[in-house]
């Protein structure tokens, strides 16, 4: 039997309650009158005054699941994408923004190319600067050569060679994975790949998705032509939690222990022990050097080397 035809919005709320009624209400906006839509929201707060509030019981085309605990985004998008009754999924942080005419592109792709697993916009900041986006998966070529560019800045100022292969926006493309900023999904190829990896928390779900969708034999993209803001730290400081489990808003440093874990789940999914190793071997060097960066500046740098220092702990150990 053929899928209902509408999209399915996939929203966890991290102590962002703001941001999550935010991009509702441009979702709305956008959707109203062109697609059948569901919200199928999940809150993860730790911050009390960051949950949503009440506003959403008894409407219908909402699904709001409170999570008591908070198990990492990739446990709660498990449980939410199984709720999901429509024929495409949209996975959307909540600090995105639509432009006119985004998400009607982003769904005549998908419907016009069949073997498409997941299509993502052209994600630009607030000011009109484009998001760095990367093609391509991580190699042990372009992992040396970006941390050979790490050291550079550092000595002279510049890189010194081309690393990570980033999309040009001179077209649309086609990628290894899209970022999962807001991602439209075939609720099919979902179904073909099976559960989510929940031993990820957060920061790898893109790849994965995008390795298990390829795997399945579907492609990837980015369409350059549908536009969407991406805010992240640009994002009205009044609509988010500001204590210390969403620091990531603002820095990465103090999540980069979760994110190597995460990113060792991913790539022991993805590839041989060796190539593993590989890779772990180049990612100790870069946080030695990171480490090392730090010392001269210690005591205003000292939260830094403690946050470097734990993920290159998680390293060792990964």
């Known amino acids: 039997m053929a899928e209902e035809m509408g999209l399915s919005f996939v929203i966890v709320n991290f102590n962002m309650a703001g941001l999550v009624y935010k991009v509702m209400e441009n979702v709305r906006h956008h959707v109203t009158g062109h697609y059948k839509c569901e919200f199928i929201l999940g809150d993860n707060s730790t911050d009390s005054a960051f949950r949503l509030d009440d506003r959403f019981d008894g409407v219908a085309d909402v699904n709001l699941t409170r999570l008591p605990l908070n198990e990492g985004l990739v446990k709660a998008v498990a449980a939410l ?40 916009p052209n994600l630009v900041y607030p000011d009109g600067t484009d998001n760095k986006i990367r093609l391509r998966f991580a190699s042990p070529l372009t992992e040396c050569k970006r941390v050979l560019n790490l050291m550079a800045r550092g000595v002279i100022k510049r890189n010194i060679m081309q690393d990570e292969i980033l999309w040009g926006r001179k077209g649309d493309a086609e990628a290894d994975m899209t970022m999962s900023v807001c991602m439209v999904i075939r609720r099919e190829a979902l179904q073909r790949i099976g559960p989510l990896n929940t031993k990820l928390w957060t920061y790898y779900l893109n790849d994965w998705l995008g390795f298990k969708v390829r795997q399945a034999g579907y492609t990837c993209h980015y369409l350059c032509d549908a536009v969407a803001v991406h805010y992240e730290r640009f994002a009205d400081p009044t609509l988010y939690s500001k204590k210390g489990d969403s620091a990531y808003k603002t820095t990465g440093i103090p999540v980069e222990h ?31 050097f990171l480490l090392f960066t730090c010392l001269p500046r210690y005591r205003s740098r000292q939260k830094d080397f403690s946050a470097y220092r734990k993920a290159l702990w998680t390293i060792v150990n990964a």
Not at 258 to 287: G, N, P, T
């Open 81 to 120: 994408v199984t709720l999901a009754k429509y024929k495409y999924v949209v996975m959307i942080h909540p600090d995105v923004e639509f432009r006119d005419n985004c998400i009607p592109q982003l769904i005549a792709f998908m419907e016009t190319h069949p073997k498409a697993g997941i299509v993502s």
């Open 258 to 288: 979760s994110m190597q874990q995460d990113r060792f789940v991913f790539l022991r999914d993805a590839h041989s022990w060796a190539y593993v190793l590989v890779l772990k071997m180049i990612m100790l060097c870069e946080y030695q």
